[in-house]
C-alpha cells in the first residue's frame, strides 16, 4: 500500500467516524414590542420577516423572535444596546449626534413613506366647528395642544405652539376631555376610531375631519451594536422590498382601510418644519395622498 492511498484510507475513515458538521447557525432576530394591539406593530414585523426572507439564499437561515413588553423608550434603548434581548427596534425621527440613537446601527432605509409625518387631530367631538374654520398654520397655533411626553414635542413648539407634555396615554387623554388643550396631533397610521379611558369608552373624542398636519419625519430601523451583519442584511433585504414593490403592498394591506376612512385627500394641508430635518427624506410626495 502506498502513502498515498494510505492518506486516502484514513481520511475515508475519520469522516465516518467523525460526527457530521453541525449546519451553521441561524442569525438571531429579535424584535421587542411594546405598543401592543397596534396594527403598526404588526406592520413593521411583516417589514422584517420580508426582508429576512428577501435574503435567506445570500446570507442564510434567521430565527426571528418577536415578544411584547411595555416598556419605557430608555429602558428600550438599553436592551437594543446590549443586543441580549432584543436587537432590532424601529424608531421615529432624523438621526441625530445624541439621544437614544447614539451607538446603535442605522438601517438607511426609510419604511413608512413619511406616512409618520402625517397626523390627525384628536379633539372633543363638539369643537369640530371651530376646526372647520381653520386653513392656515398661524390659525391652528393659536389652540394649546396636547402631545406625549419624549414624542415629538419640540417640532411643534418649533413652529408656535403652546404643548402640554403628560407623562401618559391616559392622561393625555383625560386632559383632553377634561379641556385643558383643544387637540393631539396622532400619526395617521396610528390614530383610531375610538378611545378609552381606564377601559370605559369615550365618545367625545374623536378624529377632527378635516386638517392634516405634515411635517418631515421619517422612521428607521435601528440595530444593536452586538449584530453588524443583521444591520447589513436588513439594509439589503429592505432595499430589495422597498424597490420590488413589495414593501408598498405590506403598508397597504396593513393601513389602507385606515386610511380611506381619514379621507386624506380631501383634508386642509398644513406643514410644519422640522429643526432635526438633515434633507434625507427629500421633497415630500404629498401625491400619495390621492390614494387614500
Known amino acids: 500500500m502506498n502513502v498515498r492511498t494510505a492518506v486516502f484510507l484514513l481520511t475515508y475513515a475519520l469522516c465516518w467516524l467523525m460526527p457530521p458538521a453541525l449546519a451553521e447557525e441561524p442569525m438571531q432576530v429579535k424584535y421587542l414590542g411594546n405598543n401592543v394591539d397596534l396594527v403598526s406593530e404588526d406592520y413593521y414585523l411583516a417589514l422584517i420577516t420580508a426582508a429576512l426572507n428577501a435574503t435567506e439564499s445570500s446570507h442564510g437561515a434567521y430565527q ?108 393625555l387623554l383625560k386632559m383632553l376631555a377634561g379641556k385643558r388643550y383643544f387637540f393631539v396631533p396622532l400619526s395617521v397610521i396610528e390614530i383610531d376610531d375610538h378611545y378609552e379611558i381606564e377601559g370605559a369608552r369615550v365618545e367625545n373624542l374623536v378624529p377632527e375631519q378635516t386638517l392634516l398636519i405634515y411635517m418631515p419625519l421619517p422612521v428607521y430601523f435601528y440595530v444593536s451594536p452586538e449584530y453588524p451583519a443583521l444591520a447589513e442584511r436588513l439594509t439589503v433585504g429592505l432595499t430589495y422590498i422597498k424597490e420590488s414593490g413589495k414593501m408598498d403592498t405590506i403598508f397597504k394591506e396593513h393601513f389602507g382601510a385606515r386610511l380611506h376612512r381619514l379621507r386624506l385627500s380631501e383634508r386642509t394641508l398644513i406643514e410644519l418644519s422640522n429643526p432635526d430635518d438633515d434633507g434625507s427624506l427629500g421633497t415630500p410626495n404629498h401625491a400619495l395622498l390621492r390614494e387614500f
Not at 415578544?67 to 443586543?83: D, F, I, N, W
Not at 438607511?108 to 398654520?137: A, C, H, W
Not at 419624549?150 to 418649533?158: C, Q
Open 64 to 171: 426571528l423572535v418577536f415578544t411584547q413588553e411595555p416598556l419605557s423608550s430608555e429602558r428600550k434603548h438599553e436592551l437594543l444596546v446590549a443586543g441580549e434581548k432584543m436587537n432590532v427596534d424601529r424608531l421615529v425621527g432624523f438621526p441625530t449626534q445624541k439621544g437614544a440613537r447614539v451607538g446603535l446601527i442605522r438601517v438607511p432605509v426609510p419604511v413608512l413613506n413619511g406616512f409618520m409625518g402625517y397626523r390627525v387631530l384628536l379633539i372633543r367631538k363638539e369643537d369640530q366647528s371651530r376646526f372647520r374654520s381653520i386653513k392656515t398654520l398661524s390659525e391652528l397655533a393659536q389652540l394649546p395642544m396636547g402631545f406625549g411626553k419624549g414624542w415629538e414635542g419640540h417640532v411643534y413648539k418649533h413652529n408656535g405652539f403652546s404643548v402640554a407634555e403628560p407623562l401618559t396615554m391616559t392622561s
